[in-house]
């Protein structure tokens, strides 16, 4: 066990709909981070949080959104699900901004 | 943006062979961080290695700032060895990871 939990595991949704992914950082760390993994584009960067507030945003998408909570746990919100938001999701947190991260398992999400 | 790449794309090893993988990127960076994914798609934090060597057990990892490469070392394969060996670079203050697109290692028996 990495310290990140993320649920769920697995995600298997049609085409059009809403999915809310969850991410609870190791504890003691204030940055988490979202990226996406697909077949043809790699390990991608989507978006971070640093205690609450937003700080960098990669290539995400507009229908794609995030939030980090005071408790500092965060979900990232996908909305007008496409079959190419098909890909593996995960969140890693750091203790300080440039810090070594820590991943969490991921989610995998299947748009069907 | 930085260019992260790695070498070889693949790599077959016989059990108990030793090997390298190649990191180079094209600017300089605050982080440098070498990942492990495993088959069932887990992402394993390896090393944080900004620059300089470090070792742990049968793996290690050297990173030479200044000539804008990283290597890590696999020695003794183990078929757990197996997966995707990504290394991943920090360039900005806050900590965005830009990865290379990895080396696909199989390890037989």
């Known amino acids: 066990d990495s310290g990140v939990t993320q649920t769920p595991k697995h995600l298997i949704t049609a085409t059009g709909q809403r999915v809310t992914l969850r991410c609870s950082p190791r504890s003691g760390d204030l940055s988490v981070y979202w990226y996406q993994q697909s077949l043809d584009q790699g390990l991608q960067f989507l978006i971070q949080?640093?205690?609450?507030?937003?700080?960098a945003k990669g290539n995400i998408l507009e229908r794609f959104s995030a939030q980090q909570f005071p408790d500092l746990h965060s979900e990232l919100n996908l909305s007008s699900l496409e079959l190419g938001d098909s890909a593996l999701y995960f969140c890693?947190?750091?203790?300080?901004?440039?810090?070594?991260?820590?991943f969490g398992s991921g989610t995998r999400l299947t748009v069907v | 943006g930085i260019q992260v790449e790695q070498s070889p794309p693949d790599l077959i090893l016989q059990e108990g062979a030793n090997s390298t993988l190649r990191c180079n990127f094209s600017?300089?960076?605050?982080?440098l961080q070498w990942f492990h994914q495993n088959p069932w798609g887990q992402l394993i934090n390896l090393f944080y290695?900004?620059?300089g060597t470090k070792q742990n057990g049968r793996l290690s990892a050297t990173t030479v700032a200044t000539e804008r490469y990283s290597l890590l070392y696999i020695s003794s394969s183990q078929t757990t060895d197996s997966g995707v060996y990504f290394c991943a670079a920090v360039t900005d203050s806050w900590g965005k990871l830009q990865f290379g697109a990895g080396t696909q290692v199989v390890v037989t028996p």
């Open positions: 949080y640093y205690n609450g507030e937003e700080r």
């Open positions: 290695i900004p620059s």
């Open positions: 600017d300089s960076v605050n982080n």
């Open positions: 890693a947190s750091s203790v300080e901004s440039g810090g070594g991260y820590t």
